[in-house]
């Protein structure tokens, strides 16, 4: 049976592996390579099967796909974090999970500097002192410190302020002086408050 080179496995100064093929040997090329390597056939480890069983053989089996944990999620109660794990650790990707890790850092670390960006920006100049003039205490304080909290979370309520808003917002007569871009925010989230009398 005749034997031909289709491909070439070699490893990195980094610890990654590389593999080449598509290309073309000549019988001769076959040849000068197949006689350096006959003098180390006694040395090292190989494999012979279809392109699936050696892919299996040198990677410990194909690939767990996401899909196939989320379908076990529903048997085994795992929370999506805890999927997302297994995803990693099964496929030994642990490297690709610490540099994602460093992205998503990257990402918090910016959604930070833009919340405390817009609370410095902004909460000096909230319009608080009309609120405890025109409305009951209690309604002064949750509007104001609504503000605050959108300011707090980069330009978005907190599901628990969000929820409050919904139930009371359109209950509450639309205040001649508020942060503009927080009412934008919640007429996005079809949230209106009940319109002034005598405009």
């Known amino acids: ?84 794990k297994q995803f990693f650790t099964l496929n ?28 410095e920006e902004w909460v000096t100049i909230l319009p608080s002192k009309y609120l405890y003039e025109k409305y009951d205490l209690d309604v002064a304080d949750r509007l104001h410190m609504m503000e605050l909290d959108y300011l707090m979370n980069g330009g978005e309520l907190s599901e628990k302020k969000l929820k409050w808003a919904k139930e009371n917002v359109p209950n509450i007569k639309e205040p001649g002086t508020y942060f503009q871009p927080l009412i934008r925010y919640l007429e996005e989230n079809g949230i209106k408050f009940k319109e002034r009398k005598g405009r």
């Open 92 to 119: 030994d990707m642990e490297e690709q999970a610490i540099d994602l890790i460093s992205e998503l850092s990257k990402s918090k670390v910016r959604k930070l500097k833009q919340k405390n960006y817009m609370a």
């Open 1 to 84: 049976m005749d034997v031909r080179i289709i491909g070439i496995m070699s490893e990195y100064d980094d610890g990654t592996v590389g593999y080449w093929d598509g290309f073309y040997l000549t019988e001769e090329e076959q040849n000068a390579i197949w006689d350096i390597l006959s003098k180390h056939d006694t040395e090292g480890y190989s494999v012979r099967g279809n392109l699936e069983e050696i892919r299996n053989e040198i990677w410990g089996g194909p690939m767990t796909t996401l899909k196939e944990l989320v379908d076990e999620q529903r048997l085994n109660g795992f929370s999506d974090v805890e999927v997302i």
